[in-house]
């Protein structure tokens, strides 16, 4: 069973910031959560990952709760391109640990 | 870095031939490799995991008969889908351990069994 929980769907307005939760309430100590993306039809693409600090970079920003059970993966200006399905997954460092997707976010970016 | 070469994009095959669908790291060594199946609106499936020099390990239900996996290489890691039939049309994505960003995934492979 996978080990993270999402919303089936989203919708966010374009231009405003998209707030996608996770929960992963069994996360081990030295488990990181990482975020990907898949378009429809490609593989799946990274986006962010954290173990306990919040996270910032180009595509995304990472706030994970102190008690690390859940995070919240937040696009600050959507765009049409943003439409995906957005993934969560916990997993030691290096991907080296074989994972279980759960069903993933869809988000769908409105105009 | 860390990039994965899927191909082919799309095939399309007759019911009882077989396909083989490729995976390249590209830029590094993959000692790993994980393949996914994924159906229409449906999430990621684990089917197996690959190690360089060493046989695969599948999942509980995939038939290692149906989906062979051979891992050669550093390189190149393969899946093939035996005397398809029109239940293992999908789509298929191969993984790869990718250091602090994870995993790498490849395009994917939309096979279709006609």
């Known amino acids: 069973d996978a080990k993270t929980t999402q919303p089936p769907s989203m919708d966010c307005a374009e231009g405003r910031a998209a707030n996608l939760p996770c929960n992963h309430s069994?996360?081990?100590?030295?488990?990181?959560v990482y975020w990907y993306r898949q378009i429809h039809s490609q593989g799946p693409q990274y986006i962010i990952h954290?173990?306990?600090n919040n996270e910032t970079n180009e595509m995304a920003s990472l706030i994970i709760t102190e008690d690390r059970k859940s995070s919240t993966l937040i696009l600050p200006h959507a765009t049409l391109r943003d439409t995906a399905v957005y993934y969560c997954?916990?997993?030691?460092?290096?991907?080296?640990?074989?994972?279980?997707f759960g069903t993933g976010t869809k988000l769908q970016v409105i105009p | 870095g860390a990039v994965v070469s899927q191909h082919p994009s799309r095939v399309i095959c007759k019911s009882g031939t077989s396909v083989k669908i490729e995976c390249r790291s590209l830029?590094?060594?993959?000692?790993?490799m994980f393949w996914y199946r994924q159906f229409p609106k449906k999430s990621l499936m684990l089917m197996a995991t690959?190690?360089?020099?060493?046989?695969?390990?599948?999942e509980q239900g995939v038939e290692k008969d149906k989906f062979l996996i051979n891992h050669a290489s550093l390189t190149l890691s393969t899946l093939t889908v035996t005397s398809a039939h029109p239940e293992d049309s999908s789509f298929y994505i191969c993984?790869?351990?990718?250091?602090?960003?994870?995993?790498?995934f490849g395009s994917g492979t939309r096979l279709t069994v006609v």
């Open positions: 993984s790869a351990p990718a250091g602090v960003r994870g995993y790498t």
């Open positions: 069994t996360i081990s100590g030295n488990e990181y």
């Open positions: 954290g173990l306990k």
């Open positions: 997954i916990v997993s030691l460092d290096g991907g080296y640990q074989k994972v279980t």
């Open positions: 830029d590094f060594q993959a000692t790993t």
């Open positions: 690959s190690n360089e020099g060493s046989k695969a390990t599948y």
